[in-house]
């Protein structure tokens, strides 16, 4: 039988509702699409973001290719993992208003962060620190197994 975590042979036919997550040595991990993903693959998918989703710069424009590669990268760990994804990674915030505007480095998040208001509410202005938003992201998904909340390191 097989269960949430277990590594699988490569070709080893899963149960439905399970799918194999890539981890990044090689092997496959069984993911429940209805049990909350193993924390090795949580770690193994933030170490496998951190690699590719990378802070550049302090403009508007120098991020649209971070976003994009925190945009893509939520999408397959949905697709690896059968479970909605909170991506958090360091990106711009905002700070100030009007004509005293500014974007500052800060950790915000991608994926299904739409999902919950006071996530969307605060990712304008970011976290101080991954901590900070893992403890949002973690207390706005609650009990929710179908959300995974992932941090880039």
């Known amino acids: 039988m097989i269960t949430p975590g277990v590594h699988i042979s490569a070709g080893a036919k899963l149960p439905d509702g399970f799918v194999a997550y890539p981890m990044a040595d090689g092997s496959k991990v069984a993911v429940s699409e209805s049990a909350p993903v193993p924390a ?32 893509s990268r939520a999408s397959l760990i949905n697709v690896q993992t059968g479970h909605a994804v909170v991506l958090i990674y360091r990106g711009l915030a905002v700070t100030g208003t009007g004509a005293n ?7 915000v998040m991608r994926g299904a962060v739409s999902e919950f208001p006071t996530l969307v509410a605060g990712n304008l202005h970011g ?5 900070a938003a893992q403890a949002a992201a973690t207390a706005a998904v609650g009990a929710n197994t179908s959300v995974v909340v992932v941090v880039a390191q």
Do not use: F, R
Request: no cysteine; charged share 15%; hydrophobic share 50%.
């Open 40 to 71: 090795a693959v949580i770690a193994d998918a933030g170490k496998q973001a951190g690699a590719i989703v990378k802070v550049s710069g302090s403009t508007v424009e120098s991020q649209e290719a971070v976003v994009s590669a925190a945009d």
């Open 101 to 107: 505007m500014s974007y500052i480095q800060a950790w």
């Open 127 to 131: 976290w101080g620190s991954a901590e």
